[in-house]
């Protein structure tokens, strides 16, 4: 295996969780992680805890499409937004999509409901119905830019949403629950100088 191949697969394995210090479990985990370099892959950041990983599809159960870390973490989307999050902790269960699909594509009226189902910190699950807003803001690199504010109880949040030309979400901010806050989820890219394997 070439040196940039290694660098690369080094890359992944540390993105996706390998903090282990044993050479051999290092390398075991880098070729892990060799899959993660032959597919469409995200990047997920979750500042909360400080994390970044890598995913790569796992799945598609209608609409939705499922991604995963290769220890098995997994962020589940219906057309760009998050539905539900697994191996998290307190996951996001379940979210309603269409309203603010339809907010995306100007077919909202002005306020707008959300529905979200997720896991608090003693392992039970919640409801919780926010009102939002989206409003289009100025964009970057081609992209549109959308913001979705959302207020419920004593929890408020702002998603961001970057679309395409054609529509879809190229990149975002989205809410998961009130212990984990917001994933920044976009494209993975090698860096420059580094060839897959």
Known sequence: MTTKAMAA????????????SDPAQQAQRAEAARPF????????????RGATAVLRPLGQNGAVTTW?????????FRQGILVASRGLGQDLMA???EATRAALAGE??????????????????????????????EGTAGLRRFEETCQARDES???????????????????????LGSV?????RLPAGVAPP
């Not at 697969?9 to 390998?18: D, F, K, Y």
């Not at 702002?158 to 009130?178: E, H, K, M």
Request: charged content about 15%; proline content about 6%.
């Open 9 to 20: 697969l080094a890359l992944v394995a540390a993105l996706t969780g390998c903090t282990l």
């Open 37 to 48: 370099l032959t597919a469409p892959l995200l990047r997920a950041d979750l500042p909360a």
């Open 68 to 76: 995963t870390t290769v220890d098995n973490i997994t962020l589940s």
């Open 95 to 97: 979210a309603d999509p």
């Open 108 to 137: 909202a009226p002005g306020i707008y409901r959300r529905k979200m189902r997720y896991l608090t910190g003693d392992n039970h699950s919640t409801w919780l119905t926010a009102g939002c807003t989206m409003r289009q803001a």
């Open 157 to 179: 949040f702002t998603n961001i949403y970057l679309l395409d030309g054609a529509g879809r979400v190229a990149q975002s901010r989205q809410w998961l629950s009130p212990g």
């Open 184 to 188: 920044e989820i976009g494209p993975f």
